[in-house]
């Protein structure tokens, strides 16, 4: 069983940035693929990005593309999510989440590929 909190949400003007942490305790770090998915109010969870086991490949939605950076560092079972040149339309509940079912392969879009949530974090950006 993994347990993943997420932590740096906030309230930034448009242009800013934040840095979303999602620490994760139980079970090998490294087994675990990696995704930042986000919902806004009255839509869909969507995806964001996606990281590998090993750190190694990143997938991103075309959406935060160019601007967002997925990282993870594995000495401190964490993942992170770097978000820049953040609009109102980011406004979300971030979550991060972990693949347990293809062993530290980079997982994919859809949240039932994803095993483990966070309790989200919350991004809001003025204009």
């Known amino acids: 069983q993994v347990q993943l909190v997420e932590s740096g949400g906030g309230l930034v003007q448009a242009g800013g940035s934040l840095r979303l942490s999602c620490a994760a305790s139980g079970g090998t770090f490294t087994n675990y693929g990696m995704g930042w998915f986000r919902q806004a109010p009255g839509k869909e969870r969507e995806f964001v990005a996606a990281i590998s086991g090993s750190g190694g490949s990143t997938y991103y939605a075309d959406s935060p593309k160019g601007r967002f950076t997925i990282s993870r560092d594995n000495a401190k079972n964490t993942v992170y999510l770097q978000m820049n040149s953040l609009k109102p339309e980011d406004t979300a509940v971030y979550y991060c989440?972990?693949?347990?079912?293809?062993?530290?392969?980079?997982?994919?879009?859809?949240?039932?590929?994803?095993?483990?949530w966070g309790q989200g974090t919350q991004v809001t950006v003025s204009s």
């Open positions: 989440a972990a693949n347990a079912k293809y062993f530290g392969a980079l997982p994919g879009t859809s949240p039932s590929e994803y095993d483990y």
